[in-house]
């Protein structure tokens, strides 16, 4: 039996939290989190609290019955799930800070460790597949599939990034073996835009600027483009992927206005690299090829200061050459 079977079996109430602006890993995690515990302890009041997630998701199974507003009252354990620090826990924190018992399930290379108990594998493609080695077959099935299938895919990049290993591959086979939907999954949630994420993709495209002689290139959307265009920051998935993929880019920066003069800021790395600890630098964090943070100040400054960061990591790597 694992720890977090152990903590579940002994727990009358359980909360699962995941990260704030969820993506599919950890919808995907949360929700698989969710009906395994109601599977195992029945009996149990169990919760899943997320909040501002995307509706294309509503096909798992536990969606309709997701918390958006946190209550006061305790629970005797808090699971949380793809999150690496307190903070981006946002206001469902109050739960870990409340909750008898807390265990994390995560994959990043920044996670702090501020659970009692932490299963994290930075190595790992997703809390999916992490959380998938944490709990017993017998309780699985299609609709738990469906969930950790939908995390790994989306981690992955649909089994593109550098973090998908063998052993991902041999999970992915395994759930699809539980008669999963899979072609449908990848389709309605990774590949599918509404016309106006696609009108927003292409404008962050065109206005995108490379710099540093096309190793890096960076865009920005402000409020007042996700006004016009109607869109909110869940809208906006995918823009870094593909500045990444451009020719010749070594490091991407995706930035999207979230105040006047702070932006949330997403890095993406092929080989060299480290966005992990760029981003921890500024107070965010993730993983080696994916990670992002939050920042203050003019878009000039912002990539400024992120392209010192770069440089200088570009520049260690060509003198070891
Ligand atoms: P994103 O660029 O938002 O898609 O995030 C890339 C990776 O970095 C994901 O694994 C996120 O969970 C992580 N990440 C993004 N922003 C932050 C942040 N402010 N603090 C910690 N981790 C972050
Ligand atoms: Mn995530
Ligand atoms: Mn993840």
Request: glycine share 8%; with cysteine.
């Given at each position: 039996m694992t720890k977090l079977e152990q903590m579940l079996d002994e727990a009358g109430s359980v909360v699962i939290l995941g990260h704030v602006n969820p993506d599919g890993d950890c919808m995907g995690s949360c929700l698989a989190m969710y009906r395994y515990a109601k599977k195992r302890k029945p009996e149990a009041r169990i919760w899943v609290c997320l909040k501002?997630?995307?509706?294309?998701?509503?096909?798992?199974?536990g969606f309709e019955e997701i918390k958006e507003d946190a209550g006061s009252q305790p629970f005797d354990l808090c699971i949380c799930l793809d999150?690496?620090?307190?903070?981006?826990?946002?206001?469902?924190?109050v739960y870990l800070e409340s909750a008898k018992k807390s265990i994390c399930v995560d994959h990043h290379?920044?996670?702090?460790?501020?659970?009692?108990?932490n299963v994290v594998a930075p190595g790992a493609s997703s809390t999916a597949e992490v959380l998938y080695g944490q709990l017993s077959e017998e309780f699985l099935d299609r609709e738990i599939a469906e969930c950790l299938y939908t995390g790994i895919v989306h981690d992955t990049g649909v089994f593109r990034y550098?973090?998908?290993?063998v052993k991902t591959m041999e999970i992915a086979g395994k759930l699809m073996d539980m008669g999963i939907d899979f072609t449908k999954i990848v389709d309605s949630t990774f590949f599918k835009k509404t016309y106006l994420q696609s009108q927003i993709l292409g404008r962050a495209l065109m206005e995108s600027i490379r710099f540093m002689d096309g190793k890096c290139i960076f865009t920005v959307v402000k409020s007042q483009d996700m006004e016009f265009y109607g869109v909110e920051p869940k809208d906006l998935d995918g823009i870094v992927d593909h500045l990444r993929t451009i020719d010749g880019v070594e490091c991407a920066i995706f930035m999207y206005e979230i105040d006047t003069h702070v932006y949330k800021v997403s890095m993406r790395s092929n080989y060299?690299?480290?966005v992990s600890t760029i981003a921890a630098y500024f107070g965010g964090g993730g993983h080696v090829r994916a990670a992002g943070c939050t920042m203050s100040g003019s878009i000039h400054d912002v990539v400024n200061n992120l392209s010192g960061h770069i440089e200088k990591q570009l520049l260690a790597e060509n003198a070891d050459d």
């Amino acid at each position: 039996m694992t720890k977090l079977e152990q903590m579940l079996d002994e727990a009358g109430s359980v909360v699962i939290l995941g990260h704030v602006n969820p993506d599919g890993d950890c919808m995907g995690s949360c929700l698989a989190m969710y009906r395994y515990a109601k599977k195992r302890k029945p009996e149990a009041r169990i919760w899943v609290c997320l909040k501002n997630f995307p509706e294309k998701f509503s096909y798992m199974d536990g969606f309709e019955e997701i918390k958006e507003d946190a209550g006061s009252q305790p629970f005797d354990l808090c699971i949380c799930l793809d999150c690496s620090d307190k903070e981006r826990l946002g206001e469902f924190a109050v739960y870990l800070e409340s909750a008898k018992k807390s265990i994390c399930v995560d994959h990043h290379v920044t996670n702090t460790g501020y659970a009692q108990e932490n299963v994290v594998a930075p190595g790992a493609s997703s809390t999916a597949e992490v959380l998938y080695g944490q709990l017993s077959e017998e309780f699985l099935d299609r609709e738990i599939a469906e969930c950790l299938y939908t995390g790994i895919v989306h981690d992955t990049g649909v089994f593109r990034y550098s973090s998908t290993t063998v052993k991902t591959m041999e999970i992915a086979g395994k759930l699809m073996d539980m008669g999963i939907d899979f072609t449908k999954i990848v389709d309605s949630t990774f590949f599918k835009k509404t016309y106006l994420q696609s009108q927003i993709l292409g404008r962050a495209l065109m206005e995108s600027i490379r710099f540093m002689d096309g190793k890096c290139i960076f865009t920005v959307v402000k409020s007042q483009d996700m006004e016009f265009y109607g869109v909110e920051p869940k809208d906006l998935d995918g823009i870094v992927d593909h500045l990444r993929t451009i020719d010749g880019v070594e490091c991407a920066i995706f930035m999207y206005e979230i105040d006047t003069h702070v932006y949330k800021v997403s890095m993406r790395s092929n080989y060299v690299v480290d966005v992990s600890t760029i981003a921890a630098y500024f107070g965010g964090g993730g993983h080696v090829r994916a990670a992002g943070c939050t920042m203050s100040g003019s878009i000039h400054d912002v990539v400024n200061n992120l392209s010192g960061h770069i440089e200088k990591q570009l520049l260690a790597e060509n003198a070891d050459d």
